[in-house]
């Protein structure tokens, strides 16, 4: 079991930055791949961009290449996703989800255990 918390949403200006957190809960978190995805009102949830359990992979969705970023700090129980040059299409509740010893899938129907959220909004 994981119980997942995601934090650091917020309002930004296009062009700004934001890092959301998501802290696990559990000894086994090193053992998880970790997706982020993002669900604006009225769309369809939406891959972000997942790393491996070790951190030594990532994949990520066009929409985000070159400006996301996702690590992880295993000893911290943490993936953080940092996101640069925001615009205002990318406001969404962004989620964090846990797969357990799954790869970079980018189907959120794979991923076991998933946090409650967290809005980020870019104006414009």
């Known amino acids: 079991q994981v119980h997942l918390v995601e934090t650091g949403g917020g309002l930004v200006q296009a062009g700004g930055s934001l890092r959301l957190s998501c802290a696990a809960s559990?000894?086994?978190?090193?053992?998880?791949?970790m997706g982020w995805f993002r669900q604006a009102p009225l769309k369809e949830r939406e891959f972000v961009g997942a790393?491996?359990?070790?951190?030594?992979?990532?994949s990520y969705a066009d929409s985000g290449k070159g400006r996301f970023t996702i690590y992880r700090d295993n000893a911290k129980n943490t993936v953080y996703l940092q996101m640069n040059s925001l615009k205002p299409e990318d406001t969404a509740v962004y989620y964090c989800?846990?797969?357990?010893?799954?790869?970079?899938?980018?189907?959120?129907?794979?991923?076991?255990?998933w946090g409650q959220g967290t809005q980020v909004t870019v104006s414009s």
């Open positions: 559990g000894r086994t978190f090193s053992r998880y791949a």
């Open positions: 790393i491996s359990w070790s951190g030594g992979s990532t």
């Open positions: 989800a846990a797969d357990f010893f799954g790869g970079l899938g980018s189907d959120w129907r794979v991923y076991d255990y």
